[in-house]
């Protein structure tokens, strides 16, 4: 069993992650980088190392990373989500310096990070893909006859990208032509590789994901389905599991789904398979190597810890459940509140949060690690923290989501709280069914007014007395 976890990643998820330690007797290491001294993750885990004065680069060396895991006697690393966690170098090096890297194997990382490669794989596999590229693009007049052959609107995508980055939808062939040049310098900018490919844009599609478990013994299992179809420019919002919008039929079909692309490219840990879901058609789009942001609510739905089986596995250990023991129960929302100013065009709002404290009550989640006095340095993502409801039933899991997100106090910096409460309201989102094109279609929901609770304006008064008093 592992001993000791370097944890090579900040915020919330490396709370997560050392709190999965501590319940399993783990020692835990985090690093960070001048900006986060004063982080939770620092704060929280048995020991900390800082790992530069660059905001950025201590948390991008994949070398100095293993280097340190192996100095501290460290026997295993996690990478949570984001930066390296999908870097197949990483997995490598590790691999080299006799580190267990809690994630797939490098190669498995390098085929599926490889979006054509990936889709290649599935149709191999027999997972229905979108029609598209058989590989990258040669150049742009090669893109414009795919497009003529496939029909517009198109969605022109880095071959390596992720995140939400990389990715331009063209109805037209002028909107290629322009949005060539830009794809290829944001692909090469964000991650390295000036590959693009090309595919038949869903339109208005579910965005529909699949949690999958494999260990090293053959054994791969399906958590059911998460519904990200609220989301803007491509970047989730809001996440349900299970889908509201899937009979049993769909459901029992993308699970088997996702255990068939899982199995095909001998994947084991932790992994998502996303699809898109369109006119009773599904088609795969990726596969995400890594534990996912909203990983909390397939862990509310089933009751299994994933990061807890994703351990298990790096240790050598079988799955802790098999597949018929699997159920799922009620349902659970998590909402990704961001220090952004919706009113503003989601312009981020870094700074100090002068006030917070956390909802509680039955059914209520929070994965953060921000606290009062905290300030969100801007060099990093604006997440602030993760929110997540269960309930038995639909209608309960809104009206619970609404109630924790009035009893949540975040002041000191602007949040997507006021959003999210204006979409829990909305006829269309409370009916169960929408598709990934819901912001778009709904501007008005930006149109909200914010009021102020009475002890916030007392607070506000009590501020403006100590000033004027000289205090």
Not at 98 to 121: H, L, N, Q
Request: glycine share 8%.
């Amino acid at each position: 069993m592992i001993k000791k976890i370097l944890i090579a990643n900040r915020g919330e998820i490396a709370v997560r992650i050392v709190r999965a330690c501590a319940e399993m007797g783990i020692t835990s290491v985090a690093v960070y980088t001048d900006p986060d001294r004063y982080a939770l993750h620092v704060k929280r885990a048995d020991e900390s190392y800082n790992v530069g004065s660059d905001p950025l680069a201590g948390y991008l060396n994949p070398r100095q990373l293993v280097n340190l895991a192996v100095e501290t006697g460290c026997d295993a690393l996690h990478p949570g989500y984001g930066f390296l966690s999908e870097n197949a170098e990483l997995a490598k090096i590790c691999a080299e310096r006799g580190i267990k890297f809690i994630g797939p194997a490098a190669d498995v990382i390098t085929r599926m990070g490889d979006k054509t490669e990936a889709r290649r794989s599935m149709i191999a596999a027999g997972v229905p893909v979108t029609p598209g590229t058989e590989g990258n693009l040669a150049d742009l007049d090669e893109a414009l006859r795919e497009a003529e052959r496939v029909g517009y609107p198109v969605m022109l995508k880095a071959t390596s990208g992720g995140g939400g980055r990389g990715i331009r939808r063209c109805n037209n062939r002028e909107e290629l032509e322009s949005a060539y040049p830009r794809v290829i310098s944001e692909a090469t900018k964000a991650f390295g590789s000036a590959e693009v490919f090309l595919e038949k844009c869903i339109v208005n599609p579910k965005h529909i994901e699949a949690q999958i478990l494999a260990d090293s013994f053959g054994n791969t299992v399906h958590l059911f389905e998460r519904d990200c179809s609220i989301q803007r420019r491509n970047q989730k919002l809001i996440e349900i599991a299970p889908s509201p919008q899937l009979t049993p039929e769909q459901r029992a079909y993308i699970g088997d789904l996702a255990v068939k692309a899982a199995q095909a490219v001998g994947y084991e840990n932790a992994g998502t398979v996303e699809f898109l879901l369109a006119d009773d058609e599904v088609y795969f789009m990726e596969m995400n190597t890594r534990v996912q942001v909203e990983h909390t609510i397939t862990e509310q739905i089933t009751g299994v810890d994933i990061v807890r089986e994703q351990i298990r596995i790096a240790s050598g250990l079988p799955l802790s459940i098999k597949q018929e023991d699997i159920q799922h129960q009620g349902f659970a929302i998590q909402f990704r509140i961001n220090a952004e100013d919706p009113k503003n065009n989601f312009f981020p709002s870094f700074g100090k949060v002068t006030r917070y404290y956390a909802p509680g009550g039955p059914g209520v989640r929070v994965d953060t690690a921000i606290y009062t006095g905290y300030t969100i340095p801007p060099n990093f993502d604006s997440m602030c923290l993760k929110l997540i409801v269960w309930a038995m039933t639909w209608e309960e899991a809104l009206d619970r989501g609404l109630r924790a997100l009035d009893d949540m106090r975040l002041q000191g910096v602007k949040t997507t709280t006021p959003y999210y409460q204006e979409i829990l309201r909305n006829a269309e989102f409370r009916s169960g069914v929408f598709n990934t094109s819901f912001v778009e279609a709904h501007p008005e929901l930006l149109n909200y007014s914010i009021k102020r609770k009475p002890e916030e304006l007392a607070l506000a008064i009590a501020a403006a007395i100590a000033a004027h008093a000289g205090l």
